[in-house]
Every structure is written in structure tokens, then in C-alpha cells.
Nanobody, 114 residues
Framework: QVQLVESGGGLVQSGGSLRLSCATS????????MGWYRQALGKQRELVAA???????SYADSVKGRFTISRDNAKNTVYLQMNSLKPEDTAVYYC????????WGQGTQVTVSS
């Protein structure tokens, strides 16, 4: 059974930094992409950043220049370094893994106070 275990969320002041981690357990054959989505209260879930197995990276416009996604292929782990955080970054952040099937983490709360 595949599980995604997220860590690193929390409360931070505006301008601060957090680093999210997502480790996979179980066997996932042929991962295509790993990434992070977020969902703020009352809003739809949106893509934050993703990285493919080939190293292609994409970011939401709202986080470009502030967030960095990285991936450890050997460990099937993905990270999201978030700098210069803003109150509008407040959301539940979800890890996402795409292969033949799609997997989601349980979500980790990120709260940025002004």
C-alpha cells in the first residue's frame, strides 16, 4: 500500500520560511511527477509546483522566485522550500505523486501571519 507522509508545515510570520517534505512508502512503479498543491479555505485546490522524473519543473506564477521544489529520486521524496512567505500562502498543502495511478498526501497546514 502506498502512503505519502508529509511534514514541515506550521505557523510562520510574513517573510519567513518553511520547508515541506513528502516521503513515499510502499512501492510506486514508474513515477512520472511529484509535486505540491494547496487549498485555501473556500477556494479550489491549485498546483503550487511540480517536478517530473526528467527534471522538468513548473511553478504557479504566484510562487515563482519564492518557492523551490526539489526531488530525491532515490528516496522518492519531494521537498518544497518556501521563502518570503505571505499571508496569501496560507493553505493546506498536499503532496501529489503521479504515475500509473495518482496519490495524495493527507495535507499539512501552512499558516502565515501578517
Amino acid at each position: 500500500q502506498v502512503q505519502l507522509v508529509e511534514s514541515g508545515g506550521g505557523l510562520v510570520q510574513s517573510g519567513g520560511s518553511l520547508r515541506l517534505s513528502c516521503a513515499t512508502s510502499g512501492s510506486i512503479f514508474s513515477i512520472y511527477a511529484m509535486g505540491w498543491y494547496r487549498q485555501a479555505l473556500g477556494k479550489q485546490r491549485e498546483l503550487v509546483a511540480a517536478v517530473t522524473s526528467g527534471g522538468r519543473i513548473s511553478y504557479a506564477d504566484s510562487v515563482k522566485g519564492r518557492f523551490t521544489i526539489s526531488r530525491d529520486n532515490a528516496k522518492n521524496t519531494v521537498y518544497l522550500q518556501m521563502n518570503s512567505l505571505k499571508p496569501e500562502d496560507t493553505a493546506v498543502y498536499y503532496c501529489n505523486v503521479r504515475g500509473p495511478l495518482t496519490y495524495w498526501g493527507q495535507g499539512t497546514q501552512v499558516t502565515v501571519s501578517s
